[in-house]
């Protein structure tokens, strides 16, 4: 991982890596797990309030949409997690202006990937049917 982050310009010192089942790692995927409703795998984007959902097709409409919803939601968190399906990937913490302009190789890692900050309770999910989602727990 820290050679993936390497390669695409995101420098590690400003990244924390939480390796698969350590208690950092499970207590973000618990934070996910329990304060969104789940359908199959994917946050169940209908029983979120005022969420937002729209398609994509290529790696350039992923990331105009994720950065049109980081400028409409006004989304300037310091410091976002960024999680994955798979469970052999790590959890990652980093600040969201790092992962702006790389979201099409972030989002490339796996299948599904979530971003999202626990402490304002938002998420933006990208589901590989080709669905860009946000929503702000209902849980709050």
């Given at each position: ?25 499970q ?56 999680l ?8 990652l ?48």
């Open positions: 991982m820290q050679n993936w982050l390497t390669d695409v310009g995101i420098p590690i010192d400003a990244c924390q890596i939480f390796l698969p089942n350590s208690s950092a790692a207590h973000l995927e618990q934070w996910l797990s329990q304060s969104f409703p789940w359908q199959y795998g994917q946050i169940d984007w209908q029983l979120v309030p005022e969420s937002i959902c729209v398609n994509w097709h290529s790696d350039d409409d992923a990331i105009l949409a994720f950065q049109q919803l980081c400028q409409v939601k006004q989304l300037i968190s310091p410091n976002v997690n960024i994955w399906c798979s469970a052999h990937q790590p959890t913490e980093m600040p969201l202006q790092l992962v702006k302009p790389v979201i099409a190789e972030i989002v490339a890692q796996d299948w599904d990937t979530w971003i999202f900050e626990p402490f304002t309770g938002w998420c933006i999910e990208f589901y590989h049917e080709g669905t860009i989602c946000y929503g702000t727990s209902p849980q709050r």
